[in-house]
């Protein structure tokens, strides 16, 4: 089906470079806010992270010991499925890499977990070699809880509905599992370039 | 919704302008004829794709405004001064245009008359929309849930569907207002931003067990979800709609 053309339609040009704006998204310099419940506060001396599932000793890091782990800056462009992309965005945080250092296991599958029951699904080859960290800073301030701190999930080649805010731990496992969005509607990969945001795309 | 999943592509279809409604000074309902439209949930929303005679395009989310109806889709759009999209669908279409759109769209923030209540609605500004969705599906099914609407507009000129929501109340549907900025004389409502105290006067007990859904501008919605924590309700009770300022 060709496009319906609107009349008199021009729309905004030029705004940031095409080749880094994935296609049906603008361009935001505010950085908005999206979440499906009220915002969870969980206290830093009850805050953990874990590994569980598929793995052959689960991992647990107190926020202390959480933050004494090896940190790098990143500093990436977002895309979220609500059609905003946000570019160069500064983090700082634990690569995944890091986390899963050593560990043996034979899933094929990372079922993120937070605070506030959220849950979003991805391969785990999508969080390994250097392609997701846990963040904790946003440009060079502790990440605001709106924004999911203490800490959450960055997976920037993904719509951001995969980097889960909140986040207390992964889930490590052989099958596929959709998570809370996946189940709503939303696609189970969510390629911003493939523009994969709903069932079926 | 879980287990249910029904896999297949939200294609995008035509839709023909059929009507403009004026809600407000910078509000506008677009009324629209979308032939094979399969029917949609109260407080899910739809894609709205314009194109440019060079084939430049540009998508915004709207929530849909009206009940089931066949193959009406109602979107009510605020016109955000300097938005890329919004503009143009409040201000150049004109019955008989068309447009595309895909959807429906979220199976999270959807209410239905089988889920039940009490329902208890926070709207903040143009963020009554999925709630109006949700209270004209309960009168289109007769249905009496209990029902109660706290509505926040800067003005009484900002209130989006007043003399429906008045005339729907009744049947369980109870309705109060807060102007933030200006009231006019007489203005027996409440003239302030929504606090836990004026929430904990109009929502159900978190003892009664209320559905919520709060729709409005981000810190309007951080500020009634925190709030209704605070008050004693379960969070996942919550749930949250929000828009930012940006795009439009």
Not at chain 1, 31 to 39: D, I, K, N, Y
Request: with cysteine; glycine share 10%.
């Amino acid at each position: 089906m060709p496009p319906v053309i609107s009349r008199g339609f021009r729309g905004r040009r030029g705004d940031g470079p095409a080749d880094r704006i994935p296609p049906g998204q603008y361009l935001t310099y505010d950085f908005p806010v999206l979440s499906a419940g009220p915002t969870p506060h969980t206290p830093l001396d009850q805050w953990d992270f874990s590994i569980v599932g598929e793995i052959d000793e689960p991992r647990r890091w107190t926020w202390e010991e959480f933050r004494a782990l090896q940190s790098e800056e990143v500093t990436v462009d977002i895309h979220c499925v609500t059609k905003w992309s946000k570019l160069d965005t500064p983090w700082k945080g634990v690569s995944v890499d890091t986390l899963l250092d050593g560990v043996d296991t034979s899933a094929e599958y990372v079922i993120q977990f937070s605070d506030g029951g959220y849950t979003t699904n991805l391969p785990i080859e999508d969080v390994t070699d250097g392609k997701a960290w846990v963040v904790f800073d946003y440009d060079s301030e502790p990440l605001d809880p709106e924004h999911g701190g203490p800490a959450r999930m960055l997976v920037p080649h993904l719509y951001f509905w995969k980097s889960a805010k909140w986040l207390r731990g992964l889930r490590l496992q052989s099958h596929d599992e959709p998570g809370f969005w996946e189940i709503n509607g939303y696609n189970n990969y969510g390629d911003p370039w493939l523009e994969q945001r709903y069932w079926g795309d | 919704m879980a287990g249910t999943a029904v896999l297949g592509r939200l294609n995008w279809q035509i839709a023909d302008v059929v009507e403009l409604i004026t809600e407000t000074p910078r509000v506008k309902t677009i009324a629209f004829d979308v032939p094979g439209w399969a029917g949609h949930r109260a407080g899910q929303h739809v894609d709205v794709r314009l194109t440019a005679e060079d084939g430049y395009q540009a998508q915004r989310s709207y929530s849909i405004a009206n009940a089931v109806d066949g193959t009406r889709v109602a979107l009510t759009i605020q016109r955000l001064e300097d938005g890329e999209v919004s503009p143009y669908l409040t201000d150049e279409l004109r019955p008989g245009d068309k447009i595309e759109l895909r959807g429906p769209i979220g199976g999270y923030f959807v209410w239905e008359p089988s889920d039940g209540g009490p329902l208890m609605l926070v709207a903040g500004g143009s963020g009554i929309v999925p709630l109006m969705a949700m209270i004209r599906t309960r009168a289109t099914a007769g249905d009496n849930t209990e029902t109660r609407l706290l509505y926040s507009a800067r003005s009484q000129d900002d209130l989006i569907y007043r003399d429906e929501l008045e005339h729907k109340s009744g049947n369980g549907l109870t309705v109060a207002y807060t102007l933030t900025d200006s009231q006019p004389p007489g203005w027996t409502g409440y003239a302030r931003r929504v606090d836990p105290k004026m929430l904990a006067e109009v929502a159900p007990g978190p003892a009664e067990q209320p559905r919520f859904f709060t729709c409005g501008p981000t810190p309007f919605v951080g500020a009634v979800a925190e709030a209704l924590v605070r008050l004693g309700n379960e969070a996942r009770a919550i749930k949250t709609e929000r828009f930012g300022p940006t795009g439009g």
